[in-house]
């Protein structure tokens, strides 16, 4: 089972690897970016961290920041500092070149590989950033958000945070339209 313990234990498991790109998936959908930020700011110190979203006006929601942020901001995150940016290219200016990991949240937004935008946030994140983590989130699970050809980029460290522990009934809806991830190469 997916447990949150099971993906806290995994997650550490790829923070402390020399893995270097992790997909955290599974039916918990607005759980899954927050159990990440949870993880670094208790159990790492002195790290740069960029969130990368789809979109800044969505951090206003309290299922996704609970709070309105800047682009070149480095916010507390337990005694890490968190950078905040968006796909859009323009909101790049102003955070830094190296980090430590980056996460970028909501993976689903990648899923048209083909469009201009999408490329171009895969080679900032892959090759014009300097990270030694790059982590990517999904929020909805379905073949309307299938990154599963993340892998020509990377090995894909991949765990799974599913909802079953907490709402059986939630689980059991979201798994009906669930994409099975296939990260092997």
Known sequence: MNTKHEAEKRICKFLQSDKGTMILS???????????????????????????????QNTYSRDFLGMKVQTG???????????????????????????DIIIFYPAGSLQNRKSTEVKNNLEDIFKIKNANKIIFIT????????????????????????????????????????IIYNFDK
């Open 26 to 56: 599974g039916t918990h959908m607005f759980k899954k970016h927050k159990l990440m930020l949870k993880i670094i700011s208790e159990k790492c110190a002195g790290l740069n961290v960029l969130l990368r979203v789809n979109s800044l």
């Open 73 to 99: 901001v480095g916010y507390k995150l337990g005694e890490n500092k968190l950078y905040i940016d968006s796909m859009n290219a323009n909101s790049w200016r102003k955070s830094p070149n190296n980090f």
């Open 139 to 178: 929020c909805q699970e379905g073949r309307y958000s299938d990154i599963s050809y993340l892998k020509e980029y990377d090995d894909i460290f991949h765990v799974e945070y599913d909802s079953q522990e907490d709402d059986v009934e939630y689980h059991k809806r979201v798994l009906k339209d669930k």
